[in-house]
């Protein structure tokens, strides 16, 4: 007896599973890379800096500006509350009332920053009107209007609800 076999015809490769089960690797690698340069090219690293070497020279000045404020005996508190920031500024103990700047650094987005002229009354106090201070870790700035001394501390507000910034004794 002779069996005779009749071709039959393979069903094309897209109706099987195997295919399409092991494209799954591959096209997620795709997915995933587009995500990622997608990601890399609309938000740029804020915290690189161009220039180093000038940076470097700005720090020798910011710390000439440091031993400035210890001479000064420089202190500041600052406290948040109802869309104000209140404080008060002496030097070695005495009010000081000329103009200086706050400058509230963001931690990751320099778009957040905040800088704030104040102008303290004769006793030394003032209240500046700030509507919002983010919940973060900020970084204080605190300068004389002519950039001659500086005072710096970070600040975890609303952690911590007062800031005492002093200078260090030379």
């Known amino acids: 007896m002779n069996i005779t076999r009749i071709p039959t015809q393979a ?11 092991l494209m799954i690797g591959p096209a997620a690698v795709l997915v995933g890379g587009a995500v990622a340069t997608w990601l890399a090219l609309g938000h740029p690293d804020a915290m690189v800096v161009d220039d180093y070497y000038k940076q470097g020279k700005a720090i020798n000045q910011d710390l000439r500006r440091d031993r400035v404020a210890s001479a000064m005996g420089l202190a500041l508190q600052l406290r948040y509350e109802g869309g104000r920031l209140h404080g008060r500024i002496d030097s070695s103990g005495r009010p000081l009332a000329a103009p200086f700047t706050i400058r509230f650094a963001h931690p990751t987005l320099p778009q957040r920053d905040l800088s704030l002229l104040v102008r303290p009354d004769a ?18 700035v605190v300068e004389g209007n002519r950039r001659d001394w500086r005072l710096a501390r970070s600040w975890d507000w609303p952690r911590q609800h007062e800031l005492a910034l002093v200078a260090d004794r030379p």
């Not at 201070?133 to 204080?140: G, I, N, R």
């Open 123 to 140: 006793g030394g106090a003032f209240s500046v009107s700030l509507p919002v201070l983010e919940q973060t870790h900020w970084q204080v």
């Open 11 to 21: 069903a094309p490769w897209y109706t099987h599973r195997w295919p399409w089960f």
